[in-house]
Every structure is written in C-alpha cells, then in structure tokens.
C-alpha cells in the first residue's frame, strides 16, 4: 500500500526528535565529564604552585620549564621545605642542566642539609656555567669559606697525625729503651750466672784434680801432672762413672784376671762405646789406656780426643788421623809383633804442639802432623769386640 505525503513528513519529524533528544544526552555527558576532570586539576593544582605552573607551561621550551620548577624551588626553600625544594631542583637541573641559577639554588639547599661538600660543587658549578650580579661575590665567598674552612680541617688532621706519629714514636721509643733494659738485665743476669758457673766449674775442676791426683796415687809414682784419672777403684758393680755419657752395655766389675783390680767390660754382644765429657785438657798431653783384648775378631777400636780419631785394628788398616798403618799381631814366625790378644796392652797417644804420636806398650807406631787441632773437651771410645779397661790417665807434658 502506498504510503502518502503525509505519512513520510510525520515520520520524518519523529527522526528528527529522538536525533536531537541523543545528541542532547551526549552533550550532557561529555560537560559532566569535563566538570569533573577539571574539579580533580584544580584540586592538584590548589595544592602544589608548581605543578600549576608546569601545567600551564606544558608545551612550551625545557628553558621555560626549568624557569617554574626553579620559581616552585625557590618559594619551597623560602618556606623552610628544603627537601622538596631540593626535589624541584632536581626536576629544574633535568631539564636545564647548563642553568647557573639552579646550580646556585642547589648549593643553598645542600648547605642548609649540612652537605658542605655538595654545596661547594654546586657554587662551583655555578660559578663555571656563569652567574651575575651579587650571586657571583655570594657563590665565590661561600666557596673561598669552605675552602679555608677545608685547608684549616686539613691542617688540624695533619697536626692531629703528626701528633699521632709523636706518640707512637714516642711509644716506640719507650718500648724499645725498655726492652734493651730488660736485654740488659737479662744480659746481667746471664754474666753473673756465667760467672759463677765458671767458678763452680774452677772449683769443680780444682777438686775434681786433688781426687784424681789422691787416686792416682794408688798406682802412680808423679801425680802433679795428672789432669784426669780413672781406674775405676771408687765406682759400684754394674755401673759406670758418674757424668759418663752412653755405655749402656758396660759396667764395671772386679777382674778375674788382675787380682785388686776392677775393670770396665761389656756385659752383652754388640758395638760398646762411651763419652768422658768435660776434660781439662792442658796445651800439650798425654792419654794412656790400660786395657786387654779378649776378643780374637779384628773389629776396629777408634777412640776421638777432640777433632783427631785414631783406630787400631789387628792384621788391617789401622789410622791416626789422616795416616794409615798397620799392627802386626805377635807369633812365632813375627815375635816382634803386638800380643794382641789375651794380655794387657797401653795405648798411648802423646801431643807436643803439632806432632802427634802413637804408641802401644811403649813402642812407637806412628807418628803425624796436625797444624789445625782443636782443643778436646771430651774423650769418646768405641769397640765391638770382647775387651777390659782397667785404667784411663791424662797428663800435662
């Protein structure tokens, strides 16, 4: 059914008025919208100038920026708000870091904290990117202040170090004086302790010689040349002479063979030897060793007086010192030959300046040289055969 002109016009107007009815309520929601957007920037606005002028200035150059946050920083230091001064600054160096003003700006704030070396970077800065009027003579007066306040903390650290140095030099010095008087003492100490063993060892020694000259005249004809003596009368079954060092395997016993005698032997198999320390000797001597040899093996006997060794060894090398020779041993196709075996023999090693001489039953062995002798203190003996000692003399020549 067609639709007449009537129709079409009435139906066009009802287009138009829900049309406008929408775009009504649009505008209506768009401006409640705009209303409250603006209610929350005046809010931020009324409570922080800056950010007012930030806001408005949005779109211009950093240069310009810089300026608002600079004037904000400026009205908060005023106010006493350091901190969030210096938090403006901070936005203002952001955006203009060659700007003189917030450099100086930043060095009032950091001496108002306390951070002296801060500020005087800051003035400094300043001072470099150009400042003008009074703030020139403000930033370099401050500056020159904390350079003299900085040179004169410098010297009182120097002072208070070389004061520091005093002491410990002075410390040091007491310590070291006070150690060498302990050194000293001790040192005293040491001398009279010295002194008075050697006294005791003079003394020792003096008895020691008056014993060893009353025994020696047991079986001695000239006793004033005896330095030391030993024959064994005055020392108990199983033992050796006191201060002997070794001889774990002799003792001294009576002889079976020398009736009245007593005669130091081992008493078990092996390698024997002993040390006599703490002999006397005179510049020029003479040792004698009463013994007998029961053993038929031919171990070697060595005695070392000082640094000279001597060793007798039957029907081998026998040695005194660097020379070497040897003992025949007596029988009937050599009856000059040494009774070894089974009798009683005397060693005797005699010291006249630098010659040495051997000699067994009196007759002469060998003989040497010896220009780099040191003085004995000890005579050391050692065997590993069966034998006796009956007797050990030191003389004075």
């Known amino acids: ?49 800056t950010y007012r002028i930030a806001k408005i200035v949005e779109n211009i ?57 801060q500020a005087v970077d800051s003035y400094r800065r300043a001072l470099t990117l150009g400042l003008s009027g009074q703030e ?34 002075r410390q040091a010095e007491g310590q070291r004086r006070q150690a060498q008087e302990v050194q000293r003492q001790k040192a005293e100490v040491e001398s009279q302790e010295e002194e008075e063993t050697q006294h005791r060892q003079v003394a020792r020694q003096q008895q020691t010689l008056e014993q060893v000259r009353q025994a020696a005249k047991r079986t001695l004809n000239v006793v004033d040349d005896v330095v030391f003596y030993e024959d064994f009368f005055e020392v108990s079954d199983g033992l050796l002479p006191k201060e002997w060092v070794g001889g774990t395997t002799l003792g001294v016993k009576k002889s079976q063979l020398r009736p009245g005698k007593r005669v130091l032997s081992p008493f078990q198999a092996g390698r024997h030897s002993f040390t006599i320390p703490n002999i006397v000797f005179p510049k020029d001597f003479r040792v004698e060793f009463e013994m007998i040899n029961n ?8 005695f070392n007086i000082g640094n000279l060794s001597f060793g007798l060894h039957t029907n081998g090398d026998s040695w005194l010192g ?7 041993e007596y029988s009937r196709s050599n009856p000059q030959g040494l009774k070894w075996t089974g009798d009683v023999i005397l060693v005797t090693l005699e010291k006249n300046g630098p010659v040495f001489k051997l000699f067994i039953n009196q007759r002469e062995i060998k003989m040497i040289r010896k220009e780099n002798f040191s003085k004995p203190i000890s005579i050391s003996f050692s065997y590993a055969g069966d034998f006796g000692i009956y007797r050990i003399v030191v003389y004075k020549l």
Request: charged share 30%; aromatic share 6%; with cysteine.
């Open 136 to 169: 020139i003579e403000e930033a370099k007066r401050i500056v020159r202040r904390y350079e003299k306040k900085g040179e004169e903390e410098a010297r009182i650290a120097q002072e208070q170090q070389r004061r520091k140095e005093q002491e410990r030099q």
């Open 322 to 328: 660097d020379g070497k020779f040897r003992i025949l």
């Open 61 to 117: 150059s950093y240069s310009d920026l810089a300026k608002a946050y600079v004037f904000g920083a400026e009205r908060l230091l005023e106010q006493g708000k350091v901190e969030e001064g210096m938090a403006r600054l901070d936005l203002a160096v952001d955006k203009a870091p060659n700007n003189a003003r917030v450099w100086l700006l930043k060095g009032r704030a950091y001496e108002t904290l306390g951070n002296e070396n």
């Open 1 to 49: 059914m067609p639709i007449s002109n009537a129709d079409q016009t009435l139906h066009i107007r009802r287009v138009y008025r829900i049309s406008k009815i929408v775009i009504y309520s649009l505008s209506v929601i768009a401006g409640l919208l705009i209303l409250a957007a603006i209610y929350t920037e005046l809010k931020i606005v009324a409570s922080d100038p």
């Open 295 to 302: 053993s038929n093996c031919c171990e070697d006997l060595i």
